[in-house]
């Protein structure tokens, strides 16, 4: 696993450990089949980069819902928008202190979220380096992407 990509992956665990008391473990190297939903946040420092965290519909919901301690059939797309966007910014804030004094320090621009196959691609499509992985947790699987500029 990439250097750069170590914080990002165990800021994932790590949030999904302590702050929603879940099992998370670092999972295959496969890409997910449907992951539409997209949450970013922009990476200003020596490089410009870009973490993406991919969700399937089902698992942004289940975490969104633990998260804000609501019941699943309360869930509306704005809740599950900033929840979604909560947890990429709490994943990139851990990278971030754990990258602090090292050559990939970077600040932190505010999280976006973004639904569909086209605007993700959109997101990466000036980023030709990346570094993935993916996070299994009981309810289902995300995907923890570090996009640079060459």
């Known amino acids: 696993m990439n250097e750069v990509l170590v ?3 165990q800021g994932a665990i790590e949030t999904l450990t302590t702050m929603l008391g879940l099992e998370a473990n670092l999972g295959s190297d496969e890409r997910g089949e449907d992951c539409p939903l997209a949450a970013y946040v922009d990476l ?3 490089r410009t980069g870009r973490l993406v965290l991919s969700f399937p519909s089902s698992t942004a919901s289940f975490l ?3 998260m804000m301690a609501v019941d699943l059939d309360e869930m509306d797309d704005e809740l599950l928008h900033d929840g979604v966007g909560e947890v990429a910014n709490m994943i990139a804030g851990y990278a971030k202190t754990q990258l602090a004094d090292t ?3 970077f600040s932190l621009h505010l999280p976006s979220v973004v639904f569909g196959e086209d605007e993700k691609r959109a997101l990466v499509e ?5 570094y993935h992985n993916r996070i299994d947790t009981e309810e289902g699987y995300f995907e923890v992407a ?3 500029e060459s």
């Open 7 to 9: 914080p990002f992956t």
């Open 44 to 46: 200003q420092g020596e």
């Open 64 to 66: 969104v819902a633990e």
């Open 103 to 105: 050559a990939y320090h």
């Open 126 to 130: 000036s980023f030709p380096v990346v």
């Open 146 to 148: 570090v996009y640079f």
